[in-house]
């Protein structure tokens, strides 16, 4: 039902909210014209609306909602030359002008109010006799001229896209500037108080049905139908109106096309009223029943109007839109490379063109990232909805000892500095030692203090060069790794996690410093010093029936199979894996968490090593795993 | 583009403020008998000259100030009722006047100011003979008053208990008319009587701040319309002025027009009159022959200005 057909309503506004579908500016301008006994057009109304936020302001100035009556007020007075002069009345109905503002609650919901000034004018001519040597009478016009604000209240409901309902006051709040009762009070226009409720549904995209109702009796009903054209849509509707102050039932019927496109409308209506309107109108029913609506009443004549309106919108149109938005990682600030091919969240976009658009997916956590962190872009067609993954990258000065709840900001656009819409959600920021319990994540803590872990490792290596010097080539590997663990773990403590989970991991250097640590720490440690050194290491993941698992570490002694004999006569001390070359050699499995010494950590790590992974099928069985640092 | 539409959106605008706006047409209304609140009223002023004292003579109780000498022949007979804050008094009235449209009287100026009467024989109503009295007038002549007699009209009066002449007025019946000329055929007919008339006036505000007002009521009747004589007694003296003649609807109200009350100045006058005049009016014949009858009830009423 166009807004035109609205105003014509008793309640002159429909709904207080109806400024919510705007984005930005919006300009409206409708003309008319009346068929009286002579055809009369007048600017009808001039509106400027804009939206800020989830506000819409509305300020409109209507000239053309006026209502003349003109009549012979029953007083005549008679000329000396006995010829008899009447006196007339005139009165003026106006809405002025008025504002409104509304607020967009959610998608579905919005609330807001309008405010209109309307002027009443009563002109009566009247005779002032005048007594001096000779009595005369002095005709003159006398004009009362009475004000009122009024103020309605609404609320627009939409559960879904095709239905909607509203709920508005009709002459809530109802001001005065006259309260004396005056000759003219009862010709004002009536304000009885009332409530409107509106529905619309679309069953097709194309057929739409509208329903008004006035707890005063009156009601209006239409059906609209749109066609699609390809740079905007025309609509045809037609609306029957019953009023209860007019005949016939239904007074009148009032038929609109329009076409609208992106930044313009234009709408032609009519009304087009059913009662006789050749017999005379009467004073005594004016006076008895008066007026309650400026535009429509039983007095309103055919008119036809012509609405244009242009949304002037400078920000731009929203092309895709986010549904929904899923955390599917914690964020572990240790984790640094995890989330630059790992999303921490996954959303639904959908495209809400006609054609493929591409678009731009960016984020913010806040007290994280100190810049929007743009994730690659995806392509949508038309009206389609994709996943899209929003990445991040970890700050290095990140270094907060807490967990906290941050919010992320999801934006999409699909040009440049401009966002089509965004989404805010809550996330969990880990502290900066906290760890998943997954063992390939604590590649990330190795990776940490390397180039304090290098100095760190040749200073040892360097204090036993004379004894690395005497060493036959091959076998520098094997001894570098004994060297570094026999200094490194001498004075080490091994200390359990204080709540006993393995959500915290030391970084290397902080092992070193407190001297301790749990299987996790000293594994990190150990693998972190052997690869600053070139020695490649790879994790052994323990993985537990129930409980806490385990780890140690296994690393590459670049001796072949047919030199293992220097290191050990015990075949079973050591494991054949594969380099990177392809080529077999020799590594041995390290309990880290016995600190007594290499040659017991190397005992105590390959019994381990086999019993669970070898005797017991554990790498057969994905109950043992070993994850290469490198 | 943008622009562009913002450009073409105040031209429009513009286009339309300058050359597209008309006045609406105006709904006309018409008065009907339900209305209420308009009181539809013929209003006519009678005293031209408030300081002149032809009209003081002249007063509307007894309804022989309708200026007889501008009539062609006339009869008139009178019920009337006069009332004040003490008392009411009635009496009736019958007067006949037969002028001779061949000997006008004239002023200084050429004006016609009334015509001589005739005698044409005896005249009788409901069967008592009429009185001879002078038809006295004044009227300016220049500067001067000018007191002439215009001739004999007949008379029949009856005061308080039918004195003088047992002549009464009765309501809603007739009275009958006989004239025998000295030569000739006697003539005679009825004259229909209204229903009696009675009035009430309401007073609201007060005269000092303008905001008098003024609720005349009266027994209605389904004649067509009555007439209320508006008028005032000059202070200090017995002098009164019709000011107003108003014409309305014989409905049982009429609130006046407020201006006509509160602009008499009244520092010179300190009494309202009002007489409430039901009428039957007859013409009889035409030309110089032409003869206007008029039976009528008459309720005046004084009151002291609030």
Redesign the interface.
Known sequence: MNKTANTLLNSIESNPSNYSNLKDWGIELTYGGEFANSTTSNLYLLSLSKRIGHSNFSLRYTPGYQKDFIFNSGESIILNDSSTQTLSSKFIYKEIFGFGYSYQITDKLSFGFTTRLFNQEFNNEVVEPVFSDSLFFNLKTETEKINFWKTDFGINFSPVENISFSVASINLIDVSSKTDITSNSAYEIRRPKGVLIGAYISPIKQISFNFLYETTQSFMAGIEGTFDLPNGSIGLSVTAMHDKYQSPYIAGMLPAISYQSKVFGITLSGVKYFRDKNTTQSFSVFENEGIRNILNNRYSFDKVTLTITFRLNTITEEKAKILSIEIVQEIFPAFEDNYLDKPFALGRVVNKTDKRIRIKPSSKIIGFNRDIIYSPSVSITAYDTVEVPFYTIVPDTYSNKQNKVSYADFYISTRNNETDDKLQKPILINKINAWDGKVFHLKEFIKKDQNYLMKYAKEILSENKSKLDTIVYFLTTFYKAKILFNNLFKKFVYVADPNATSDFVQFPKQTINLKGGDCDDLSVLYSAVLESVGIQTALIDYKPEKGLGHVNLLFNTELSPRRAKWITDNDSKYFIRKNSNGKDQVWIAIETTSLTGFMKAWELGIEKFNNEAINKLGLAKGKVEIVDVQ | M?KL??NI?LL??LG??FY??????????????????????????I?????DEFYSNGFDSTGVAHRLHKFGSVIIVTGTKISDRKSTIKFSLAVAAFFDRSKPVNNMHGDIVGFHTVMPGVVKFNGIKAKIKPLNIKYRNGNTKVDTTLGPIYVVFSGRLNSVDPFGYNFLSNVRFQLIPAVGTATSFSIPTPEEITGKVTFNGHRADKSLKAVLEWNKSSGQKIEIILGAVVKGSNISFP???LKTRDDGRLVV?S??LN???FERFDKIIFSFVRRFEFNNGSGSNRLKILSQSIHTIIIDIP
């Open positions: 943008k539409f913002i959106t429009i605008i339309f403020f597209g706006c008309d006045s609406p047409a105006p709904t006309e209304l018409v008065i009907d008998p339900n209305t209420i609140t308009e009181d539809q009223v013929d209003v006519e002023i005293t031209k000259d408030t300081r000011f107003y003649r027009p201006q006509l602009t008499i100045p």
